[in-house]
């Protein structure tokens, strides 16, 4: 075992952060991603996940708030770490280790992030090639979002606190990206959902009611570490 | 944003290391884990997770293998990285951030590793009060190796390429901690199996059918990472 840590490695947090918008191509819900402009080598211009150091005063989740506080601006509904990603070979200067985090932002706070010069929103599935090893991390949350949609209540992370069966449908179409049938969909969530005494206002005939998800419903299957310090999930709303 | 990293925090790996061994309270299959003496501070003498720090040459996952063949003289059959621990003050000297695999190792493999002045192996239900925040690791580990024994065929990873139901049953319950229904249990991983023409050999009247895992029965629930040179997950034979 080596006595002493080296020096020459680094370690930075970066954010996958998804977010629903809707698609250009077919007018539907759709999971996008704010990227941000690289403004340095390596990879200068490309565009990557929003991210940053480690300070030392800060925790991995402190940090990843921070940075994607700092890079787009938005607040997070939901944040928890992804993986660590270390290849000797992902960046090409010196040796970066990045502990990855995900994100889910509600529409109306996405809503209110707009593009700048150094940070612009991309449907998830036109993505252009990022700098680093990106597309890879953004595969993999891409597919830890779709899991996670299937077993725990993270739709409400993007909803708020009730929604109709239709905007709850919505969402776990536009992660599946597959339509899916209102009648089996109902069925499948009914049992983690409890209906409010309210409905959607406007004045229509028959509006909608809103639901809420049953408080035993498992949020996420983070286990003993959702209970712990260590704030590695975090509903922030 | 930071413009470059700070140089105080410094990057280890450590290892949850799973093997099945007979509980010396109960007689029955139980989880072990091998724990390393501490030899300098903190926590000198208190037994720790194996580890050590990443060196520049080598990704996370083979600093992992690295570290516990070096500390543990163990060679595991499946490895995969399980969280990023990076809280401020988990640890009294610098900053550690610790990037903490899990590994089964086979029966076979773990008998052969004895004890040593400054590693013992530990049933994962006595454990004593471990360094740093490694009691909160393992159980975190202990949990995801719960989780996922229920739906991938990480028992394999514990049991060689052939078993008897038996012998999949007895892994399940010890690392769920609680008897299972022979035929109940039969029924839930039959899809999941594929019987051989071998049966155990020693004479027996109706000696007990070998089965193996189905081809595409899923190893583990990594998604795109499975397939990535990542290395993140290893099943090694």
Redesign the interface.
């Known amino acids: 075992?080596?006595d002493?840590?080296?020096?020459?490695?680094?370690?930075?947090v970066s954010t996958v952060i998804f977010a629903l918008r809707e698609h250009p191509d077919t007018g539907l819900s759709a999971v996008w991603i704010p990227l941000v402009r690289r403004i340095k080598e390596p990879f200068l211009d490309r565009w990557a996940l929003p991210g940053?150091?480690?300070?030392?005063?800060?925790?991995?989740a402190d940090a990843a708030a921070r940075?994607l506080l700092?890079?787009t601006g938005v607040q997070p509904s939901y944040l928890e770490?992804l993986?660590?990603?270390?290849?000797?070979e992902r960046s090409t200067s010196s040796?970066v280790?990045s502990?990855v985090y995900w994100a889910l932002v509600r529409a109306d706070q996405a809503e209110q992030a707009t593009d700048g010069d150094n940070v612009r929103w991309f449907p998830a599935d036109h993505l252009p090639e990022l700098a680093f090893d990106h597309n890879?991390i953004i595969?993999?949350a891409l597919?830890?979002l779709r899991?996670k949609v299937e077993y725990s209540r993270i739709a409400h992370a993007l909803l708020g606190e009730t929604f109709t069966l239709t905007e709850l449908r919505n969402v776990h179409e536009a992660i599946l990206r597959k339509p899916l049938d209102p009648a089996n969909f109902r069925r499948q969530v009914e049992g983690s959902l409890q209906p409010t005494d309210a409905v959607v206002s406007g004045g229509r005939h028959r509006p909608p009611r809103l639901y809420r998800y049953n408080a035993n419903t498992e949020l996420v299957?983070n286990?003993?570490?959702s209970h712990?310090?260590?704030g590695?999930t975090r509903v922030i709303s």
Chains 1, 2 share one sequence.
């Open positions: 075992m080596a002493s840590p080296r020096d020459g490695i680094q370690l930075a940053g150091w480690v300070t030392e005063p800060e925790s991995l940075n700092e890079t770490q993986y660590a990603f270390g290849d000797v040796r280790v502990i890879v595969e993999y597919w830890r899991t299957d286990g003993p570490l712990e310090k260590t590695s």
